[in-house]
């Protein structure tokens, strides 16, 4: 038999398959190739992820054995192999703040800021930064960025913990006028069945002034219990400020002896007693009581003014008197006549106008040369109740 003829179909198929097999071997190199490349990123990148984790697992470590210094290299080194891992670039911010480097702390948290605006973690941070370079208002605007921002864990705890930091920032400050109304704002934001919260809160209000809030916060404390001493002087010493000398004396005797042995229960306790022992308007008191006590008002109040005049250089006696000091001192000098003890004894109705003078004297001294002491202080107490009273 003959060798058979190919034909040039057959040629070109054997071609066909040739070229469709090479390019067949060519895909599975590729993506032999491509899985071997992809297998290697993933190591590289598994890698690299897992040193940044180290080297932030061990910068936490650092900072909580109290080596921040060393802290804040392990950050970096994290960073530098996940630089823009966000949670990383916070606590390098955080240990930088708490190392007092503010300057480099605060483009970190800036930076973050603009990512989370309503990150409370970042306005903290940011807050605590203000409030240590005194910038008053930043600090207040982040802090409100705190205490209504988002929060992951325990959020009603942890913004009551930032009103808290806010309202004592600003005592600190002397910056009263703002504190109230954080302070007010901590108070409704404490749930009533806290007395731990609700006793911190007392303390802030009494710091801030609020006499009436906080009197009436120590009131249900003690309608839950009545033999808690810290509410016990909490509402003695709100009685007191608020001119109510014989209720805080009696919530300051109701304390423990040692409790009414520390300074700050028994002075408001000796400064409440000297207070009615000077006042003429205690129901009860004679005529000849009365009339006494207003005398020795004047006079306590005159000695006050010239020792007050002898401090300043100020003159008492300048015609026509200019001064508020100088008008209640001659006023009472005018008045000297009329009002001394035995026409106050026979024309009671001339008592309360003599105190007022006593009284005018006392708070235009206080302006002048400050807060007095001793029954000066007393006068004045009683001066500033009067005034509540009739206001």
Known sequence: MGKA????????????????MILLLCVLSFLVLFSFTA?????????????????FAAGEERLQAGDSAVALTDYRNALVYSPNNTKFQFHLAEALAAGGHYDQARPYLLALLSESPGSGEVNLQLARIAAANNARA?????????IYGEWKDDANST???????????????????QAIPAALDLDENTPENDPARLKIVGQLLLQTNQWVRAQALYRSLLRADRYDEEATAGAGRAAFELGEFSAAIEDLNRLSPERREQADVASVLEMAHRVLAM????????????????????????????GCARETGQSLV?????TELQVAYATSQT?????????????????DSAMQTA??????????????????????????SRSAVNR
């Open 5 to 20: 003829v190919q034909t040039p179909a057959g040629h070109a198929g054997r071609r066909q398959a040739s070229r469709e």
């Open 335 to 351: 008045m000297q006549l009329n009002w001394d003890l035995r026409d106050l004894q026979k024309f009671p109705d001339r008592l």
């Open 39 to 55: 297998l290697v990123s993933r190591m590289y990148h598994k890698k690299v992820h897992g040193l940044a984790d180290q080297w």
């Open 359 to 384: 009284f005018d004297i006392e708070n235009a001294v206080a302006q002048t040369c400050g807060e007095p002491q001793g029954d000066n202080r007393a006068l004045w107490l009683l001066a500033r």
């Open 159 to 177: 913004r009551w913990q930032i009103r808290r930091e806010l309202c004592e920032y600003l005592i600190s400050k002397g910056a009263i006028n």
């Open 138 to 146: 930043d600090a207040l605007r982040y802090y409100q960025g705190a």
């Open 318 to 322: 300048e015609t026509p008197p200019r």
């Open 279 to 306: 006042s003429p308007f205690l129901a009860g008191l004679s005529p000849q009581v009365k009339a006494q006590r207003a005398a020795n008002a004047l006079s306590i109040a005159e000695l006050r003014a010239q």
